[in-house]
């Protein structure tokens, strides 16, 4: 990856934890980490993080009549999703500097 995606892709992990927010900060990076959430949102977070795309109306009206405001849930889920994202990427990145180099098998083969 290059570095500027690196770089942009850590700016944006870094504001949407730590810049200007309705969600504190220790609930944004709850979200992101998917661990110690609160519980009205900790049902909603869990499903963003592991199968965002059976997010549904009604888990997010779930989420408000707990009281939590609708900027809030915004930003929950986008830290999840950021939160998915970057272990995800980290994953692959191991896999990829685990894995042998073909190029060595080629060499040695020869």
């Not at 993080?49 to 009604?58: G, L, T």
Request: charged content about 30%.
């Amino acid at each position: 990856m290059s570095e500027a995606v690196t770089r942009l892709r850590k700016a944006v992990v870094e504001r949407a934890l730590h810049g200007k927010g309705v969600a504190a900060g220790d609930v944004r990076r709850a979200a992101f980490d998917n661990q110690d959430v609160p519980e009205a949102s900790r049902a909603l977070v869990d499903k963003v993080s592991k199968n965002a795309w059976k997010v549904v109306d009604d888990d997010i009206a779930a989420v408000k009549k707990a009281g939590v405001a609708e900027d809030e849930i915004f930003e929950m889920a986008v830290c999840a999703a950021l939160g998915q994202a970057t272990r995800q990427l980290e994953s692959a990145f191991a896999a990829l500097a685990a894995a042998p180099d073909p190029a060595a098998k080629k060499e040695g083969a020869a």
